[in-house]
């Protein structure tokens, strides 16, 4: 298996453009999440998907931000207007649990926002 | 809503055991989970603790109380690539969701 893929690995973009993260889970988990990673606020849930529906998105921080499960193989998340706090690692995991106490992330995307 | 505490950092020494504390305030617990991240890696999955008692899996044992909602990672025969940073997480049955704690930086030294 080849585990969870993110792309791109590394994103530099400047202020004010539109940046969107891509993720492929693991075939046959029906749970995916996405996450942000930062030195000041650690490991930060964003939005959590469960058979492609959004289950809870309480952890997106504003509306800049949104995500999307057309499939389920393939889940995307966008900022747009991007700003510099924005700058962080994403990870993007996934689960066969509901809930998911055993996710598998992804390599991660560091973002850079200039 | 959810809380975890665990210590920020640790260090111990090559070849010892080291304990990384995790307690936990949650509404509605369902079970504790452990992550390993080394710097620039993305988080691995170490094991699950749905009931009180210790797990065990090689060199690394995960144990929880749900009384004293109070879990522990507990590593032996310390090696340097233990060197990261270990999660606790809490599976919360109300929300249906993991939280994970800040994180507790572990340092191996010789």
């Known amino acids: 298996d080849a585990g969870v893929i993110q792309s791109p690995r590394h994103e530099v973009t400047e202020m004010g453009q539109e940046v969107t993260l891509r993720c492929k889970p693991i075939?046959?988990?029906?749970?995916l999440f996405w996450y942000r990673q930062t030195m000041m606020r650690g490991l930060e849930l964003l939005i959590y998907f469960n058979n492609n529906v959004p289950i809870d998105d309480s952890g997106m921080p504003e509306d800049r931000f949104s995500a999307k499960m057309p499939n389920a193989s393939f889940s995307t998340l966008k900022i747009q207007p991007s700003e510099p706090r924005d700058s962080a690692v994403y990870f993007c995991?996934?689960?066969?649990?509901?809930?998911?106490?055993?996710?598998?992330f992804g390599p991660g995307t560091r973002l850079t926002v200039t | 809503g959810q809380s975890l505490e665990q210590p920020s950092e640790v260090t111990a020494v090559e070849g010892a055991i080291v304990q990384i504390n995790c307690t936990y305030q949650?509404?509605?617990?369902?079970?504790l989970s452990w992550y390993q991240q080394h710097d620039g890696g993305a988080p691995t999955f170490l094991s699950y603790?749905?009931?009180?008692g210790l797990e065990e899996t090689g060199r690394f044992s995960s144990f929880l109380s749900r009384s004293d909602s109070y879990g522990y990672l507990l590593l032996q025969e310390l090696q340097m690539k233990d060197s990261a940073s270990y999660f606790c997480?809490?599976?919360?049955?109300?929300?249906?969701?993991?939280?994970f704690g800040i994180g507790t930086k572990l340092q191996v030294i010789p």
């Open positions: 603790n749905a009931l009180d």
């Open positions: 995991a996934s689960s066969f649990q509901a809930g998911g106490y055993e996710q598998y």
């Open positions: 997480a809490v599976r919360d049955r109300g929300y249906q969701k993991v939280t």
């Open positions: 075939s046959g988990h029906n749970s």
């Open positions: 949650t509404s509605g617990f369902y079970g």
